[in-house]
């Protein structure tokens, strides 16, 4: 046993510390330093992981254990939390009894290195702090981790020590001598990078220091999935999103940063690190890319390990509440069958709720708000608890349509759908009728029929060349109104349908083609501005123009007769291609209007355009938005 040793300093390198011992022994020859500390000369020093520990902490006088060591002195809680379970164990055992041949191999450490360091790095404002503070600097664990380039305390640029591996023997201890150190302070001069930095330092600082062996490599998988979920990067079968995840990832970072990190991403690649460390992978992903990962999923390092995530749904923990509003438990929590599916356009979840009272009902989430979990989409069953207390009411037969659907909680249509299908037909009564006949009433109260029809008859005159279609969209309120009370007079004023029953396609005599030419071509003009004109971009093709104006069919077999209309059309129809650009400068317009900064991936996403097929529009979507054509 020892009967002395230099105790090591808060988060000192076990390495370090046995280097201050060897210098103040007064030992000439490293070997026997070795056989002191180690009880074996033939120990090769590692610097950030050591083994036989429990022979070095027995050797101490028990005044440190292995595992004491282990997690204060030395690098490996900053691997703990990334590998699985069975494998960190092992290397616990590994590094407490073992000579440790294999320990790097297994952390992943060298077949997965990022931002190798080849030597020992320092901080030159806590070295020449410790100097003040202790008389001598020493080897500090966090400024040995690859991927940390700052002082976590004080965001200065680590430096390499003078002395390394290559300018030495293997055997030796290093040990920081003062006048071989540079505490000249220097910090990145980009602050955007600089702050980047500087939080990833923190973090890992944070890891290295706060033993989160609770953690291990499936449940930080878990943690991600459940993460990503409540951003919408993850689809309610829980399939990631890789595409999106991977713009956002991007975005967040740019390419330039993850360069400088050496976690570039190859998006094209199956098997490039962020898809790997959001799966169920065998593959080890180094330390400093899940601290990537983390602070690009939440803000506060502390929060993603505070505890356990309960898995994620989009409308929160079981049970939910019953909405069957004259059920004795309505609003209480006491729904525990929930079936979650997606929504085949939006792509959002969809939550049915069913109650063992027998209603179901259904809404789309993800819940925001707690008010959102009692919120109804749509009944699907109203169940038998529902039902029979309906038939109560109605076999009383003294409420009226609408005073029993609010007693009910329902659609006056839904009170007649079950009075007919409960056999009870209460409604089809004179009592009905005449409720009918005050609807209608106060529905054409205040409507002045005379001024609609005024209205029509001026629009047909000032347009007419328009067909119907062209004129119930000039007026659709006053049309709407008419179709339904004066349908006889309505359909007596409208111009004639353009259908095959008006034109003769065998017979030239009977038509004037140059008019016929000159009436479509006024129509496809409408249409195309109409077209042009709707909020969600419609492709202009032959279709599209002449289906809703009924003139589809004398374009397909008589376009040979129609001279300026085929003119017309060669110049508008578009291809794919030219829908996709015209889509794609819509979307610059808007965010140049809003003065928006402008991304050529966020517009490809947004005009939903495959790569292969933005890549061929993108050179001249750059000079549309540079100011060209």
């Given amino acids: 046993m020892l009967t002395f040793f230099?105790?090591?300093?808060?988060?000192?390198?076990?390495?370090?510390?046995?280097?201050?011992?060897?210098?103040?022994?007064?030992?000439?020859?490293?070997?026997?330093?070795?056989?002191?500390?180690?009880?074996?000369?033939?120990?090769?020093?590692?610097?950030?992981?050591?083994?036989?520990?429990?022979?070095?902490?027995n050797n101490l006088g028990g005044k440190y254990?292995?595992?004491?060591?282990?997690?204060?002195?030395?690098?490996?809680?900053?691997?703990?939390?990334?590998?699985?379970?069975?494998?960190?164990?092992?290397?616990?055992?590994?590094?407490?009894?073992?000579?440790?041949?294999?320990?790097?191999?297994?952390?992943?450490?060298?077949?997965?290195?990022?931002?190798?360091?080849?030597?020992?790095?320092?901080?030159?404002?806590?070295?020449?702090?410790?100097?003040?503070k202790y008389g001598e600097a020493y080897i500090h664990r966090e400024h040995q981790l690859q991927g940390v380039f700052v002082c976590p305390h004080n965001g200065a640029k680590l430096k390499k020590y003078k002395i390394d591996r290559t300018n030495s023997s293997r055997l030796e201890f290093i040990r920081l001598n003062e006048k071989l150190l540079d505490l000249n302070a220097e910090y990145e001069e980009n602050k955007d990078i600089y702050e980047k930095l500087l939080k990833i330092s923190k973090t890992a600082y944070y890891i290295l220091n706060n033993n989160?062996?609770?953690?291990?490599?499936?449940?930080i998988t878990k943690k991600y999935k459940e993460i990503l979920y409540s951003k919408g990067l993850v689809t309610t079968n829980k399939r990631i999103k890789?595409?999106?995840?991977?713009?956002?990832?991007?975005?967040?970072?740019?390419?330039?940063?993850?360069?400088?990190?050496?976690?570039?991403?190859?998006?094209?690649?199956?098997?490039?690190?962020?898809?790997?460390?959001?799966?169920?992978?065998?593959?080890?992903?180094?330390?400093?890319?899940?601290?990537?990962?983390?602070?690009?999923?939440?803000?506060?390092?502390?929060?993603?390990?505070?505890?356990?995530?309960?898995?994620?749904?989009?409308?929160?923990?079981?049970?939910?509440?019953?909405?069957?509003?004259?059920?004795?438990?309505?609003?209480?929590?006491?729904?525990?069958?929930?079936?979650?599916?997606?929504?085949y356009k939006t792509r959002r979840p969809i939550g049915t709720f069913t109650c063992d009272c027998g209603f179901i009902y259904s809404r789309k989430g993800p819940d925001k708000v707690i008010s959102d979990r009692y919120k109804i989409g749509r009944i699907k069953e109203f169940g038998s608890l529902w039902e029979e207390t309906l038939k109560e009411?109605?076999?009383?037969?003294?409420?009226?349509?609408?005073?029993?659907?609010?007693?009910?909680?329902?659609?006056?249509?839904?009170?007649?759908?079950?009075?007919?299908?409960?056999?009870?037909?209460?409604?089809?009564?004179?009592?009905?009728?005449?409720?009918?006949?005050?609807?209608?009433?106060?529905?054409?109260?205040?409507?002045?029929?005379?001024?609609?029809?005024?209205?029509?008859?001026?629009?047909?005159?000032?347009?007419?060349s328009y067909t119907r279609t062209q004129i119930r969209e000039l007026c659709k309120k006053e049309y709407t109104y008419l179709y339904r009370h004066d349908k006889a007079w309505l359909l007596e004023i409208l111009p004639k349908n353009i259908s095959r029953k008006n034109i003769d396609y065998k017979s030239d005599k009977r038509v004037n083609w140059k008019k016929r030419d000159i009436e479509i071509l006024n129509i496809i003009k409408e249409q195309y501005k109409s077209l042009l004109l709707r909020d969600k971009p419609i492709r202009i093709t032959k279709g599209n123009l002449c289906k809703e104006s009924?003139?589809?069919?004398?374009?397909?077999?008589?376009?040979?007769?129609?001279?300026?209309?085929?003119?017309?059309?060669?110049?508008?129809?578009?291809?794919?291609?030219e829908f996709q650009l015209r889509r794609a400068r819509l979307i610059a317009d808007e965010k140049l209007e809003g003065k928006e900064g402008i991304r050529l991936w966020e517009i490809q996403k947004l005009s939903r355009i495959r790569t292969s097929d933005f890549e061929k529009i993108k050179t001249k979507l750059e000079q549309y938005i540079d100011g060209g054509e």
């Fill in 242 to 343: 890789q595409r999106e995840l991977y713009d956002e990832f991007i975005k967040y970072y740019g390419v330039e940063f993850l360069e400088i990190m050496e976690s570039s991403i190859d998006k094209d690649n199956e098997y490039n690190w962020l898809k790997v460390i959001t799966r169920n992978s065998k593959r080890t992903v180094h330390p400093i890319r899940h601290i990537l990962f983390i602070i690009f999923l939440v803000d506060d390092i502390k929060e993603f390990f505070k505890s356990e995530v309960d898995e994620y749904n989009p409308f929160g923990k079981s049970p939910w509440p019953c909405l069957n509003y004259i059920a004795g438990h309505y609003k209480n929590d006491v729904v525990t069958e929930l079936t979650i599916t997606t929504d």
């Fill in 65 to 132: 254990t292995a595992d004491y060591i282990i997690n204060n002195h030395t690098i490996f809680p900053f691997y703990a939390p990334f590998i699985p379970k069975t494998r960190r164990e092992e290397l616990i055992n590994d590094m407490k009894y073992k000579d440790g041949k294999g320990i790097y191999a297994k952390t992943g450490i060298l077949a997965g290195s990022v931002c190798k360091k080849e030597g020992i790095y320092y901080c030159p404002l806590c070295s020449e702090e410790e100097i003040n």
């Fill in 550 to 577: 009924g003139i589809l069919t004398i374009i397909e077999k008589k376009l040979d007769k129609l001279p300026r209309t085929k003119e017309y059309l060669d110049d508008i129809l578009e291809s794919v291609e």
């Fill in 212 to 219: 989160l062996y609770q953690f291990n490599k499936d449940t």
């Fill in 393 to 464: 009411y109605l076999l009383e037969r003294k409420y009226g349509l609408r005073e029993l659907a609010r007693i009910m909680n329902c659609d006056p249509k839904t009170i007649v759908k079950f009075d007919k299908e409960l056999g009870i037909n209460y409604y089809e009564t004179s009592n009905m009728r005449v409720e009918k006949q005050k609807n209608n009433k106060k529905e054409n109260k205040g409507i002045d029929i005379q001024a609609y029809k005024e209205n029509i008859l001026t629009v047909i005159n000032q347009n007419s």
């Fill in 6 to 57: 230099t105790d090591p300093y808060e988060n000192e390198l076990l390495y370090g510390a046995i280097g201050r011992y060897h210098y103040y022994i007064g030992n000439i020859d490293y070997k026997d330093t070795l056989r002191e500390v180690f009880r074996n000369e033939s120990v090769i020093p590692s610097i950030e992981l050591c083994a036989r520990l429990d022979t070095v902490a």
